[in-house]
């Protein structure tokens, strides 16, 4: 499962759970595409449970919209990224020091309002 939210203007949430197929891919990415719209200075919330790798298919969809996705870096500033599992919480921070304009911190899956005060702070 991928569910984005919308929580505030400025906001955007991501859940991922499970097994992710091209059906749920495809859903999701246009979502998070739409629900990004107009969105500047954003935060992010990406909670990651569960976590099994796409399927090939899935992938292939994420590639097809990587112009658009890559669009959507200059609207989000920071991005927490909440995961149990410590190389994702890892692979997280390096994708942040990979792309500039966007800070990602990894935090634990029980530090979600230590997380949201971090989005919450103004740099």
């Known amino acids: ?30 979502d998070l595409i739409a629900k990004s ?13 569960n976590f099994e790798l ?3 298919s899935a992938i292939a969809v994420e590639f097809t919209r990587l112009p658009k996705l890559f ?17 994702l919480k890892k692979a997280a921070e390096i994708e942040g020091a990979l792309f500039p304009g966007i800070e990602i911190k990894s935090f634990g899956l ?3 309002d230590v997380a949201e005060e971090w989005l919450a702070l103004d740099e």
Do not use: E
Request: negative net charge.
């Open 71 to 87: 669009g959507l870096l200059g609207a989000f500033d920071k991005c927490a990224v909440l995961s149990d599992s410590d190389w």
């Open 37 to 49: 719209d107009g969105v500047k200075g954003g935060k992010m919330l990406y909670r990651i449970t």
């Open 1 to 30: 499962m991928l569910t984005i939210t919308k929580p505030s203007a400025d906001r955007v949430d991501i859940t991922l759970d499970g097994k992710i197929d091209a059906d749920i891919m495809r859903t999701a990415l246009d």
């Open 54 to 56: 796409p399927t090939l």
């Open 110 to 112: 029980d530090q979600q």
